[in-house]
């Protein structure tokens, strides 16, 4: 089995800056991509940014320009680098893995923007 672990949640004023990691550890068949959900109160839970086994990357629209994702395959490690963060950021976040047996989820890390 695959599991992951995520880390770098917490409080943050509007305009500040977080970065997540997340760390896998089991046997991946093969690696498809791995991401970064998340989930606000009340809401359904959303796809924040994917990235590749070739680099390439997508993003939601409402994060592109302010939040970076990268991974680092000797680790299976994938990271969300957030800026500008505004109050509506506010969730749990998710990582996700996909690979060729089934999706993997972490249990969230809490990300909280206020004043």
């Known amino acids: 089995q695959v599991q992951l672990v995520e880390s770098g949640g917490g409080l943050v004023q509007p305009g500040g800056s977080l970065r997540l990691s997340c760390a896998a550890s089991?046997?991946?068949?093969?690696?498809?991509?791995m991401a970064w959900y998340r989930q606000a109160p009340g809401k359904e839970r959303e796809l924040v940014a994917r990235?590749?086994?070739?680099?390439?990357?997508n993003y939601l629209n409402s994060v592109k320009g302010r939040f970076t994702i990268s991974k680092e395959n000797a680790k299976t490690a994938v990271y969300l680098q957030m800026n500008s963060l505004k109050p509506d950021d506010t969730a749990v976040y998710y990582c996700?893995?996909?690979?060729?047996?089934?999706?993997?989820w972490g249990q969230g890390t809490l990300v909280t923007v206020s004043s």
């Open positions: 089991g046997s991946i068949f093969r690696f498809n991509f």
């Open positions: 996700n893995l996909r690979d060729d047996l089934r999706t993997w």
């Open positions: 990235i590749y086994s070739d680099g390439a990357t």
